[in-house]
């Protein structure tokens, strides 16, 4: 099993930057990608960005490609997704994954763990 336990949401106004954070623990070794996914009140899961542990390739939904910056700290286990030019639409709860196969890094059934999420506001 691998725990995930995200942090660093908050009220950010249109324009500003937040940086979230996932502290994965447990049997991290076995851990091939980790994710960023988001959901909006009355919407559906949405990916917003994966890295493949290892060799750190990383994928970005278009709606934050430019804006949004998907990172890893080996040494802590922890992820982080900086957040740059935040706009109302990215209001949601975001969850960290990890996954432990390859495959389609943007469909979110495909991740075996998930975080408790953590709420991102954004005002306009």
């Known amino acids: 099993q691998v725990q995930l336990v995200e942090s660093g949401g908050g009220l950010e106004q249109a324009g500003g930057s937040l940086r979230l954070s996932c502290a994965a623990s447990?049997?991290?070794?076995?851990?091939?990608?980790m994710g960023w996914f988001r959901q909006a009140p009355g919407k559906e899961r949405e990916f917003v960005a994966a890295?493949?542990?290892?060799?750190?390739?990383?994928y970005y939904a278009d709606s934050v490609k430019g804006r949004f910056t998907i990172s890893r700290d080996n040494a802590k286990n922890t992820l982080y997704l900086q957040m740059n030019s935040l706009k109302p639409e990215d209001t949601a709860v975001y969850y960290c994954?990890?996954?432990?196969?390859?495959?389609?890094?943007?469909?979110?059934?495909?991740?075996?763990?998930w975080g408790q999420g953590t709420q991102v506001t954004v005002s306009s």
């Open positions: 994954a990890a996954r432990r196969y390859t495959g389609s890094y943007y469909i979110g059934y495909e991740y075996d763990f």
């Open positions: 890295l493949s542990w290892r060799g750190g390739v990383t």
């Open positions: 447990g049997r991290t070794f076995s851990v091939y990608a």
